[in-house]
């Protein structure tokens, strides 16, 4: 179609006018400046000289302008002819199949299903996952259905995206309408209205393609041509538009990757003329999927191995490598990474910045919520919703519950060769080193918060923190607990600026996971803690570790594994670190029945505890009195115990206050006290109905029923539902003392209630539990008052 009339081809009159007039007035500028030097000074002179190359430069600068801003009206006015197939007069163009097209035919078909349906259809998808090829190819196959034409347009031709104004006027083109006079929307739509009536009545179809943003196509939605149809190819925010059909397109399954792989291999020439096929190759499977099946990439790395005569096994280990090396360690980069990295156009579309945050979030191993993504990334939190709405937009990224995103599982290798590819190491491990201390920040306060609900005494003191701490771990604990175990098989140690966090958020995890009593993994996090490099070059860390896992093993009834393991705490510890552990290898030692070995180690504690540890003195106190109450040492007993329990008020913890009750009631018992020992029963239970704590409550309950059964007879029933109590709050658990001993009192207040034989039954269980809890003196006592029923009534019990 020829250029209309009056609008010339050649440079605007106005430029030329300008560029003349500029060039003349700089020569005038000089001729009187040499005149002027015959009459002036030369100072004179050397003004006017530089106004005369100060005129010519202007009067250039512009006509450039004037003759650049003519152009660019004229392109937004009027497009190329190139723009279209063909033009109207010369009959309908013939679309071009895509090449390379392979397989997707169940997708094809369904596209061609809805063209028959519906007026409007648009094949969306994330960039580069095929939506072109399905649409160009499902056109087609309709070609027999529009025998008025067939119309292809890119609306991203050049790599530029077109205004509405652009294809519209692109679409008057190719029907002879007349293209809109300007952006304005009413000129728009005029030419809108215009094209739909020459379309109205005609058998056609029209593939726009390559639709980034869904204003391109705006004025011309809903169609309402009867006959004509309208195939449109892009990103997945047309699903919105109204009155279109959308079919969203996905990566290609396995089987057609590898087939596509294959298809491209064969079309290249060979290096090597007997290559394996890649359809039998197991390998080819696994390379494709870590390729995310993304056709572009695969199609290219297919042509490229068999082009140069790859291994399929070496291009495998290589995408391996660029994937599962950790993050701070760096390798050589492969060909087949590189290549796999430069032909992700959907990444290269993204902005810089949005780039650089799905790269860093492949550092996630799990879903991530904002301020967490804001502290990775290291920018503002604002800034971060408009980057994860990018992501989001061009299917980078998922979201999960709790307003958190992850990369896509599929895309998670893409992302991983992309952070590696374009991210230097020591930004690698800048990034690692935020994330990791953003999480041990938050789970410090989370731990923190959780000591502050199980033992404050202040019932209506807030919380420190106004979200859920439990809410919190539990949304979380996928990506605490791969963080933790990240380094646990790596070859080297973790770096210095990775180190300190990940170790205090292994802390943190751990305290966690030992108040909601999840044992194995808080022994998994332990075990994976000594597993790394870090333990064996930081001894305070195995000491750590080893200290953590004799306190899991005493919670398991295991108090030689848990002596083995604090024995190794203690020798590993520095002086400081060493006061828990001793504190606790004396507690272990106070089960096994090693009196005087426990009261060493928990002088030894209290003497290596700083004096600004009033809870870890108060613990120790707490320990000494339980082992002195052991010994037969009541006064010592007695004294360590009240200072535990003192200090323990004075700090608000409700839970060691109420242990150190508890221990309490049994002194006073032993020294017939009996009125204090009522008095400190009573308050235990009482701070128990506040604190989560079964297993002391559970004891308090014991200490309390076996007092009262000896103190006062007479109030067998209520000793019996104290026992009765404490009985259900052990069921389900291990057989332990404990455990053996409250069926033994429990069978002492039946037999005081009259009832011998619920009494028997009670010793009979009793002997059963403190035999396989290896509880000698309990198992006697049992089997004493067993003896002693089963006695003959002429002989004395």
Known sequence: ??????????????????????????????????VAG?????????????????VVVLGLLASFLVEWRRRRRDQLAEPDE??????????????????????????????????????AVAVVGRRAVGTSWCAIQAANLCRAEF?????????????????????????????????????????????????????????????????DDPAQVRPLLPPTARTCRLLLAGTGALAAS???????????????????????????????????DPRTDPAVRDIVELCGRQPRTVAELGRRTAQHGWRHADVLDALRRAVGTPPHQEIDASPATLLVTARDTAYHALSAEARRLWRLMSLSPAPVDRPTIAALADRRPDRVAALLDELAAGAFVVGAPGDRYEVRPLLGPYARMHLRDDEPVRRRVAAQARLTRHLARRADRHVASLAVAASTLDRDRPLPLDDDPYGWFDLHQELLLAVVKVPAGAAETLPRRVRRWWFRLAVALCGWLAHVERLDEWDEVCRTVLATPTADDRPEIAGWAHNELGVLRRRRHDPQGAATALTLAVAERGRRGTAQARMNLGLVLLDLGQLDDAVEHLELSRRHRSSADRAGHALTQLGLGAAQLARGELEIAHHHLVRAANTFRSLGDA?????????????????????????????????????????????????AGATLLGAAPGQARQAYEMLAESRRLREGGPATPGLGRTLLYLGDAAAALGDPDEARRHWVDAAAICEAARDAEGQAEADARLAGVDAPADEPA
Do not use: C
Not at 43 to 54: P, Y
């Open 1 to 34: 179609m020829s250029r209309p009339a009056g609008r010339s081809r050649g440079p605007g009159r106005l430029s030329v006018l300008l560029a003349v007039g500029g060039v003349l007035g700089g020569g005038v500028s000089a001729l009187l400046g040499n």
């Open 38 to 54: 015959n009459l002036l000074s030369e100072l004179s002179v050397q003004v006017l000289g530089s106004a005369s190359v100060g």
């Open 82 to 119: 190139t723009d279209a197939e063909a033009p109207a007069a010369a009959g309908p163009p013939t679309l071009p199949y895509p090449a390379g097209f392979t397989g997707r035919d169940d997708e094809v078909q369904a596209v061609v299903d809805e063209l028959k349906q519906h007026h």
């Open 147 to 211: 025998p008025d034409g067939l119309y292809h347009l890119d609306l991203r031709r050049g790599g530029r995206r077109r205004s509405a104004r652009q294809v519209l006027a692109a679409l008057a083109r190719i029907l002879g309408t007349r293209p809109p006079a300007s952006g304005r929307p009413d000129d728009l739509a005029h030419a809108a209205d215009e094209v739909r009536r020459q379309l109205d009545g005609r058998r056609i179809l029209l593939v726009l393609d390559n639709v």
């Open 242 to 276: 109204q009155g279109v059909a959308a079919h969203w397109l996905g990566e290609p399954d396995t089987d057609d990757a590898v087939e596509l792989f294959a298809a491209a291999g064969a079309a290249a020439p060979a290096a090597r003329p007997h290559r394996p």
């Open 655 to 703: 839970r060691g206050y109420a242990a150190a009750l508890t221990n309490l009631v049994l002194v006073h018992a032993e020294m017939g006290e009996h009125l204090d020992a009522a008095q400190s029963w009573r308050a235990a239970l009482r701070e128990y109905e506040s604190v989560a704590d079964p297993t002391n409550r559970a004891a308090a309950l014991l200490n």
